[in-house]
């Protein structure tokens, strides 16, 4: 993907990374089951790792896929813990745009707090709260 950013641009791999990332979401709204959305967080979790790996080609004032993805975080499903690891994950890479936009940070602080009470994605939680610290920092 960084080659691709490296090409085309970071805007425009956001934009078709944002796409997916919404048709993901639909997908799992029109599953009923509690049960069994959260088994199918799998493409969502892959958007998210796409997006945290194209971070450094991003604009810090992309107005449009990391609002929508930074709004959406604290609404995933805390029983897929490795999800929300890559949501931690992101929001450490996105640490420097969170600086800049910090009219986010009041949705996503609670967020990560509460990840850090979860054994499996407490150390993913504490480094994006570091990232969040150092980036608002200077």
Not at 21 to 40: F, G, H, N
Not at 47 to 71: A, G, H, R
Not at 124 to 136: G, M, P, Q, R, W
Request: charged share 15%; proline share 6%; glycine share 6%.
């Amino acid at each position: 993907l960084e080659d691709c950013c490296r090409l085309l641009g970071g805007d425009l791999v956001l934009q078709n990374i944002g796409m997916k990332l919404q048709s993901e979401i639909q997908l799992l709204s029109s599953i009923v089951s509690q049960e069994e959305r959260v088994q199918k967080w799998y493409g969502i979790e892959s958007c998210l790792l796409s997006l945290n790996s194209t971070s450094k080609y991003i604009p810090n004032d992309e107005k449009q896929v990391i609002p929508f993805v930074m709004k959406l975080l604290p609404d995933l499903p805390t029983t897929a813990s490795y999800l929300r690891t890559t949501a931690n994950h992101f929001v450490g890479g996105y640490a420097p745009w969170l600086a800049r936009n910090s009219e986010f940070l009041q949705p996503i602080l609670p967020f990560l707090a509460q990840g850090l009470s979860e054994p499996k994605c407490s150390s993913s939680a504490a480094l994006a709260i570091k990232y969040l610290c150092e980036s608002c920092s200077s």
